[in-house]
């Protein structure tokens, strides 16, 4: 389908904006004045787009999160976790710990202790896709869900802000450094965990940065991302699928959380019990998974964590 063909939907439906402007001012309309200027102002509209500026800060948010996958996959070699088999929670250690709050799978349970299996890379970032759309997509119908690709909804952003996410070298950022094997020493490892740690601030940074001119919405109940102006209809909402009215989704505007969620873990500090226990649930700390992660491995969190992490807070021992 031609750009001149899709333009020109667009510009009808823009024009049916202006008449409900104009309505009231003005009963004669001119539109053979009206519409090439309509139609000057929105092919100017798609010249700007993607912005120049933005494509930058788009690469770097693909080379950083090429590092971070890269740094977290290594670390968790050394640095075992633990995913519970019946929720999203998760622990950053050898063991798990015995806190109440599982609610099981679709929460059918209720403050129940976890039964905690191995974690894996995708327990600690957590894999949030959307639809692949091309640049002049219209809304995507439920019909047409199936034209679409699935990918991570962070590259979609970086695509639609004009890198090119199907770059490989790109994404071969963080292979080139020291091959880590189980002989790693600690101190190589601490070096790795402040590089992992830096990449996943940046790249948190940098999608802050993008949502700040590239929309983005989420579902407001079933955390659906869609990266672009106005929402789809391509997927049912998946908490409401099997409602009388269709499962549409609420689309509110999406954070940088809802593209990159922080994943909050409880963590164990040197003043607690080996396993954290239930009874102190209201001293201890968290922090996100990545960022526990990589402190154990000997980098230091950022300051704006202090508040959560609660590192010289009390303990349940010594009350
Ligand atoms: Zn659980
Ligand atoms: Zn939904």
């Not at 001119?30 to 700007?48: C, F, G, S, T, V």
């Not at 995913?83 to 950053?92: G, N, V």
């Not at 963590?267 to 239930?278: G, V, Y």
Request: aromatic share 10%.
């Amino acid at each position: 389908m031609g750009l001149r063909l899709k333009l020109t939907q667009i510009t009808l439906e823009d024009i049916s904006g202006y008449i409900k402007g104009y309505r009231w001012y003005s009963s004669k309309l001119d539109w053979n004045k009206l519409r090439p200027m309509i139609l000057k102002r929105i092919e100017k509209r798609a010249e700007d787009y993607p912005i120049k500026g933005m494509i930058p800060v788009a690469e770097d948010v693909i080379i950083n999160r090429a590092r971070l996958f890269e740094g977290v996959s290594t670390l968790l070699r050394h640095y075992p976790i633990k995913a519970c088999k019946f929720c999203p929670e998760l622990y950053i250690g050898k063991e798990g710990h015995l806190i109440k709050t599982c609610h099981g799978y679709r929460r059918h349970i209720k403050n129940q202790v976890h039964h905690w299996v191995d974690g894996a890379l995708n327990d600690i970032i957590v894999p949030v896709e959307a639809f692949h759309l091309n640049k002049f997509q219209d809304i995507i119908k439920h019909d047409q869900r199936f034209d679409f690709d699935r990918i991570p909804a962070v590259l979609e952003l970086c695509s639609q802000a004009g890198a090119d996410i199907f770059d490989q070298t790109l994404h071969s950022f963080g292979k080139d450094s020291v091959s880590f094997d189980v002989s790693t020493s600690p101190l190589e490892l601490a070096y790795l965990a402040v590089q992992t740690l830096k990449a996943w601030e940046d790249m948190r940074e940098g999608v802050q940065k993008l949502l700040l001119v590239y929309p983005a919405k989420v579902c407001k109940f079933c955390d659906e991302v869609h990266v672009g102006p106005s929402g789809h209809k391509a997927r049912l909402c998946g908490v409401f699928k099997y409602e009388t009215w269709r499962g549409t989704h609420f689309w509110k505007k999406a954070r940088v959380d809802d593209l990159v969620p922080q994943k909050i873990v409880w963590r164990r500090r040197n003043q607690d019990p080996l396993i954290l226990l239930d009874k102190g649930r209201n001293m201890y700390g968290h922090a996100p998974a990545v960022v526990e992660l990589c402190v154990q491995a000997g980098a230091h969190a950022p300051s704006k964590y202090a508040c959560i992490m609660k590192a010289n807070g009390s303990s349940p021992t010594l009350h």
